[in-house]
């Protein structure tokens, strides 16, 4: 009777030891969180310890069963996810280089090479052993009883401490690791930044020890018109956990219109010696903060209304004056969206008032000067004498000591366009010349070079043009001067040329090396530079090798509006956006891109890695006979069935009632159901959970080791789903043992998406089952880490039928098929859910056959890989979502569709909603009707604002013609891409070709989950509180902030919900019922005559 007394002290001595074990790494390490990862699974309060102290955990063990135990204690724990177990072969670590923070090898036995230690290690990243090899290449110290190496920083990469990289503002990093994009480091959301036709999210980025520190406007993508949540963020630069946050009371009005800067925003962040320097709100002092943690140092008073920060030495130079707090007071009251850009502009241009410059000591905090002078803001440049502006008419020169005159420029007076809010001149200085750029968007400027010592002019030239709403480009790299006529090259050519800095002559130039069938306009931001790269955004991301003076192209990746990517840390880094371009090939989110590995995808992994692994299910269901098949009246699949159509076989009555809820917890997809039970996954704790229909009780639950993003698929009695970990499972539906998995991506490689570990190749859960095969598509893009992986496996024994590799490259002609489009449209490049009409299967708009190959259009040459997006006609129509099936930002410029072709670009993205049924959502019935919540036929265009219709309408009715109907009011100018009240007094004939059966405009809520069932739809989502069209002109009044607040309030679901059922045949509203919950987004199913529907508070909930 003492055994368990005695095993109760044993495992509280262990536990004990395993926390001051963890305590003793944490103190050495002086880490404040990341990613960690522990070798061996004997302890595993190891890993939850470092969960608890704010670390992501994977645990490593090439023992199967320590594994297993380590999942149920991370499981009991409730860490599970933020702590994962893998194996792995005892040698080679499963992670792309320099990820990990914090590398523990708990026990003495380990036989993995320090090369491979030191390889996944980030550089400032710590290793803490209890032993280390006598013969060993790394540097170790000892602390008590454990041996710790911190893997130094290579001289070879860099930082990225202020907007314009240094004071003298030339934007060229001293990083020589940064090379074109083929590998994903890590990625992060949100997908989305806010708007298009408003001011960017993200507008202030810089990079110090690793670690990146920006601010961002997190608030909700599913309409600007809610509420800003400005956010300073500090994340990891090598795996992109966030370390901390510190929310912000202002930043700058996200009222801002489209394209109109401010350019002064960029630039009030600086990262220098372990401190962040930046105002906190606007109106606010400069403020310095501990970089490890965000808390506030000191704050210097007096220094209200900072405009720009500069750190140069031991002194903080400020631009102050009031613009800023005016610019928070703008109110958007045009409709038109150029005409709102074209009133903030014209309203807040810059003027020639003085502006106060300010000299601090940094060591004492005491203002060592202070000068008033009419400075243009984002020209201001610093060197160890002077400081160098324009003032609008000339450039003046400054003494760096007390702010006197030193000398001024001859005359440069600038147009009136230059004086906006959004362009300035370009200035830097560099070894005793100040170089000035005027260039004017699409045209050619001048640029000249002065004496930095006297002001005197030493050459004067033509400019190329370059920038598009930004200031233009001008680097001094590899020991020349340096621009090109990229605002749009079509026209311009895009020839760098290298002059010579004192004497104006072109040392260097070469022309294009890329034969590419369409440009755009360089993007809205500034481009950015390394010793060896140029990095215009002509239309991508382009890397012009001065050296080799070749270009290389990515136009599949960019990054934000106004503020554009980051080169540091050996990696580049893309920022979110709102671009619609490419809608289904550009990477969205937070990404870090290294260049080249020494590997191919296929060479990297572990030691023997099994792709094929049995089950304790395995025996038993491959001899069963007993595979029944799914009922009629179950919705086995994601969407229901592979067409993906969302609409039941069942009938529900439409007022059933509530009948059980079971609280799963946490983030949940939407639920299937079959055979008896409902399936439901656990997003980020990773877990399937089965539940009993009848009542909701738990069942049973299986861990993977990745996020699961989707439901399950039910087929013949067994489970099958995919995960972020590159797995794809088959279980037992009826216990939940597991079967079989089978490794679909190419090899053992695990990054960071989102704060998890996951494999470079993910597999979404949501696997499509057709002609009795499974299909898994693992990996993330075309173009990075080698491609996408598409596996063909028999359901019964998992026996792998074929794998196909799709990568960008034509295997006909040996060329990137990104460089031939349709316009802002290429070969649809992003994973997705895959869709089946029984013929053929689709990645979005890309059809594929069902041997898994690609079929691209016939065109005989071969020199287009999309169709048009007036190319709505043909046999292989069917429902897709551009951006993705399981995007759920509801972004203004994203919509489903039900046709062949998706729309891009700025005039383009809207067309496909204009002659096909598209909408948020969308479900279709057999004949092919289709049902939607979308946005009114006006609100296809350029818009601040956003109103809904529910409808029904025809899927195949559109006819070739039309769009050339449609195009005529538009040349006409009596429907507009670019104003929304002009279109609403339109008749619909006029905006849209869709036939619909019916529509309504009278829909008291937002749908975030549909379902048809028989003859209903039903209908559910948070309450519809705003009429945004009334909202013009009024936006800053206290009543219409209340509003809009309440609509945020219905969002986040602290209104509870409303659920409508409807006539499917014209829309007649049947019952309507208040909830207490919000649906998941597309999180409503109907199954065996009921409805059953996943929350956002992590709830299933029953109706019948």
Same mark, same amino acid.
């Given at each position: 009777m003492r055994v368990l007394p005695m095993i109760a002290s044993l495992l509280?001595?262990?536990?004990?030891?395993?926390?001051?074990?963890?305590?003793?790494?944490?103190?050495?390490?002086?880490?404040?969180?990341?990613?960690? @990862? $522990?070798?061996?699974? =004997? !302890?595993? *309060?190891? +890993?939850?310890?470092?969960?608890? %102290?704010? &670390? @992501? $955990?994977?645990?490593? =063990? !090439?023992? *199967?069963? +320590?594994?297993?135990?380590?999942? %149920?204690? &991370?499981?009991?724990?409730?860490?599970?996810?933020?702590?994962? +177990?893998?194996?792995?072969?005892?040698?080679?670590?499963?992670?792309?280089?320099?990820?990990?923070?914090?590398?523990?090898?708990?026990?003495?036995?380990?036989?993995?090479?320090?090369?491979e230690l030191d390889r996944?290690?980030?550089?400032?990243?710590?290793?803490?052993?209890?032993?280390?090899?006598?013969?060993?290449?790394?540097?170790?110290?000892?602390?008590?009883?454990?041996?710790?190496?911190?893997?130094?920083?290579?001289?070879?990469?860099?930082?990225?401490?202020?907007?314009?990289?240094?004071?003298?503002?030339?934007?060229?990093?001293?990083?020589?690791?940064?090379?074109?994009?083929?590998?994903?480091?890590?990625?992060?959301?949100?997908?989305?930044?806010r708007s298009h036709e408003f001011a960017s999210s993200l507008n202030a980025m810089v990079s110090m020890d690793g670690k990146l520190f920006y601010v961002m406007d997190e608030g909700s993508r599913l309409s600007p018109l809610l509420p800003e949540k400005w956010t300073l963020i500090c994340r990891d630069g090598f795996n992109g956990i966030v370390l901390w946050k510190r929310p912000l009371p202002s930043w700058h009005t996200h009222w801002w219109p489209v394209k109109s800067g401010p350019t002064q925003a960029m630039r009030r962040l600086v990262a220098q010696d372990d401190k962040l320097y930046i105002p906190l709100g606007v109106g606010?002092?400069?403020?310095?903060?501990?970089?490890?943690?965000?808390?506030?140092?000191?704050?210097?008073?007096?220094?209200?209304?900072?405009?720009?920060?500069?750190?140069?030495?031991?002194?903080?130079?400020?631009?102050?004056?009031?613009?800023?707090?005016?610019?928070?007071?703008?109110?958007?009251?045009?409709?038109?969206?150029?005409?709102?850009?074209?009133?903030?502009?014209?309203?807040?241009?810059?003027?020639?008032?003085?502006?106060?410059?300010?000299?601090?000591?940094?060591?004492?905090?005491?203002?060592?000067?202070?000068?008033?002078?009419?400075?243009?803001?984002?020209?201001?440049?610093?060197?160890?004498?002077?400081?160098?502006?324009?003032?609008?008419?000339?450039?003046?020169?400054?003494?760096?000591?007390?702010?006197?005159h030193v000398w001024s420029s001859e005359s440069l007076e600038l147009k009136q366009y230059k004086l906006g809010t959004a362009t300035a001149p370009s200035l830097l200085?560099?070894?005793?010349?100040?170089?000035?750029?005027?260039?004017?968007?699409?045209?050619?400027?001048?640029?000249?070079?002065?004496?930095?010592?006297?002001?005197?002019?030493?050459?004067?030239?033509?400019?190329?043009?370059?920038?598009?709403?930004?200031?233009?480009?001008?680097?001094?790299?590899?020991?020349?001067?340096?621009?090109?006529?990229?605002?749009?090259?079509?026209?311009?050519?895009?020839?760098?040329?290298?002059?010579?800095?004192?004497?104006?002559?072109?040392?260097?130039?070469?022309?294009?090396?890329?034969?590419?069938?369409?440009?755009?306009?360089?993007?809205?931001?500034?481009?950015?530079?390394?010793?060896r790269f140029l990095m215009p955004s002509a239309t991508g991301i382009e890397y012009v090798d001065v050296r080799g003076e070749h270009w290389e192209t990515n136009h599949w990746v960019r990054g934000a509006c106004l503020y554009g990517i980051l080169p540091a840390n050996g990696l580049t880094y893309a920022t979110p956006h709102p671009c619609a371009c490419f809608m289904e090939s550009m990477v969205r989110g937070f990404s870090a891109f290294a260049a080249d590995s020494s590997q191919t995808p296929e060479e990297?992994?572990?030691?023997?890695?099994?792709?094929?692994r049995k089950g304790p299910a395995y025996d038993a269901l491959t001899r069963s006979d007993a595979t029944p098949e799914t009922a009629i009246f179950d919705w086995p699949m994601y969407r229901h069935n592979?067409?993906?159509?969302?609409?039941?076989?069942?009938?529900?009555?439409?007022?059933?009632?509530?009948?059980?809820?079971?609280?799963?917890?946490?983030?949940?997809?939407?639920?299937?159901?079959?055979?008896?039970?409902?399936?439901?996954?656990?997003?980020?704790?990773?877990?399937?959970?089965?539940?009993?229909?009848?009542?909701?009780?738990?069942?049973?639950?299986?861990?993977?080791?990745?996020?699961?993003?989707?439901?399950?698929?039910?087929?013949?009695?067994?489970?099958?789903?995919?995960?972020?970990?590159?797995?794809?499972?088959?279980?037992?539906?009826?216990?939940?043992?597991?079967?079989w998995r089978f490794r679909a991506a190419p090899n053992e490689r695990m990054l960071v998406n989102d704060g998890r570990v996951e494999s470079v190749w993910p597999v979404h859960g949501s696997v499509l089952i057709e002609n009795d095969t499974i299909f898994g598509l693992a990996g993330r893009s075309l173009f990075l880490d080698g491609g996408m992986y598409l596996s063909l496996l028999d359901p019964s024994t998992g026996e792998l039928i074929a794998t196909h590799k799709w990568d960008d490259i034509d295997p006909e002609t040996g060329k990137s098929m990104q460089?031939?489009?349709?316009?802002?449209?290429?070969?649809?490049?992003?994973?997705?859910?895959?869709?089946?009409?029984?013929?053929?299967?689709?990645?979005?708009?890309?059809?594929?056959?069902?041997?898994?190959?690609?079929?691209?259009?016939?065109?005989?040459?071969r020199t287009l890989y999309t169709i048009g997006k007036?190319?709505?006609?043909?046999?292989?129509?069917?429902?897709?979502?551009?951006?993705?099936?399981?995007?759920?930002?509801?972004?203004?410029r994203s919509y489903w569709l039900y046709g062949r072709a998706a729309g891009s670009g700025w005039g383009g993205w809207m067309k496909p909603g204009k002659y096909v049924p598209a909408g948020r959502i969308l479900v279709f019935d057999e004949a092919k009707n289709v049902f939607g919540f979308g946005r009114e036929p006006a609100f296809f265009a350029q818009s601040h604002v956003m109103e809904y219709q529910l409808f029904s309408a025809q899927a195949d009715a559109y006819q070739d013609d039309n769009w050339k109907k449609l195009a005529e009011h538009n040349k006409s100018k009596e429907v507009s891409i670019t104003n929304w009240k002009q279109n609403r007094a339109q008749p619909i004939e006029k905006m849209s070709a869709v036939q619909f059966n019916w529509r309504t405009t009278d829909t008291p809520l937002l749908v975030r989950a549909m379902v048809g069932s028989g003859d209903m739809l039903f209908l559910a989502g948070p309450p519809d509180v705003l009429d945004e069209t009334t909202l013009h002109g009024r936006f800053l009044q206290p009543d219409v902030c209340e509003q809009i607040q309440e609509q945020q309030d219905a969002m986040d679901g602290r209104l509870g919900g409303i659920m409508w059922a409807v006539s499917a045949k014209d829309g007649t509203r049947l019952s309507e019922r208040k909830v207490n919950v919000v649906p998941v987004f597309d999180g409503l199913i109907a199954a065996n005559e009921q409805l059953l529907m996943s929350t956002t508070d992590g709830k299933v909930v029953c109706y019948r």
């Open positions: 509280f001595s262990s536990a004990v030891a395993a926390a001051e074990f963890t305590d003793d790494v944490i103190e050495i390490a002086r880490l404040q969180g990341g990613l960690a @990862v $522990v070798i061996g699974c =004997d !302890d595993a *309060r190891v +890993a939850t310890d470092l969960v608890e %102290r704010g &670390f @992501v $955990v994977q645990a490593l =063990d !090439d023992d *199967r069963a +320590a594994v297993a135990e380590a999942k %149920r204690v &991370f499981s009991t724990a409730g860490v599970h996810g933020q702590a994962t +177990a893998i194996e792995f072969d005892g040698e080679c670590l499963p992670y792309v280089d320099n990820l990990v923070n914090l590398l523990v090898l708990p026990n003495t036995r380990s036989e993995i090479p320090e090369s996944v290690l980030a550089p400032r990243g710590v290793l803490v052993a209890r032993s280390a090899s006598k013969a060993t290449n790394l540097e170790f110290r000892q602390v008590g009883g454990l041996f710790v190496h911190h893997k130094p920083v290579p001289d070879t990469i860099d930082d990225w401490p202020m907007h314009m990289y240094e004071p003298g503002n030339n934007a060229v990093s001293r990083d020589s690791v940064v090379g074109p994009p083929k590998r994903l480091q890590w990625r992060s959301g949100p997908s989305w930044t606010t002092p400069l403020s310095e903060l501990d970089a490890a943690t965000g808390e506030t140092i000191r704050t210097f008073e007096g220094t209200e209304g900072i405009e720009e920060i500069r750190v140069s030495e031991d002194t903080i130079f400020l631009l102050t004056s009031d613009a800023v707090a005016e610019q928070q007071t703008y109110n958007m009251s045009t409709v038109e969206v150029w005409n709102a850009a074209g009133n903030a502009t014209g309203q807040f241009k810059w003027d020639d008032r003085p502006r106060m410059i300010s000299a601090i000591d940094r060591k004492s905090g005491k203002q060592q000067w202070k000068q008033a002078y009419p400075v243009m803001t984002v020209t201001l440049a610093i060197d160890g004498k002077r400081l160098y502006f324009h003032n609008g008419a000339e450039v003046v020169a400054i003494n760096r000591e007390t702010g006197e200085v560099h070894e005793d010349v100040v170089i000035c750029g005027q260039g004017f968007d699409f045209d050619e400027g001048i640029m000249l070079a002065l004496s930095a010592e006297t002001g005197e002019t030493l050459w004067k030239e033509v400019h190329q043009s370059s920038g598009h709403s930004s200031p233009d480009d001008i680097h001094i790299v590899d020991g020349l001067l340096w621009d090109a006529g990229i605002a749009r090259i079509q026209k311009m050519g895009g020839v760098y040329r290298g002059r010579d800095l004192r004497t104006g002559e072109v040392k260097r130039e070469f022309p294009l090396d890329v034969e590419h069938n369409s440009w755009f306009h360089q993007r809205c931001y500034r481009s950015r530079a390394t010793e990297q992994g572990m030691k023997g890695d099994l792709r094929f592979a067409a993906r159509s969302g609409y039941a076989s069942t009938q529900v009555k439409a007022e059933a009632r509530e009948a059980w809820t079971t609280d799963i917890g946490n983030r949940i997809t939407p639920p299937i159901a079959a055979g008896g039970m409902v399936f439901v996954a656990a997003v980020d704790q990773c877990t399937i959970h089965a539940l009993d229909e009848n009542d909701g009780t738990s069942q049973w639950t299986f861990m993977a080791n990745g996020r699961i993003d989707s439901p399950p698929t039910y087929y013949r009695g067994r489970l099958f789903f995919g995960s972020a970990d590159g797995w794809l499972y088959c279980l037992d539906a009826t216990d939940g043992r597991l079967a460089l031939s489009n349709e316009g802002l449209k290429m070969v649809p490049s992003n994973s997705d859910l895959l869709v089946s009409d029984g013929s053929y299967l689709y990645l979005k708009a890309q059809k594929i056959g069902l041997d898994g190959k690609r079929v691209f259009p016939d065109r005989g040459n007036s190319d709505q006609m043909g046999d292989d129509t069917h429902l897709f979502a551009p951006p993705g099936f399981l995007d759920t930002a509801w972004h203004h």
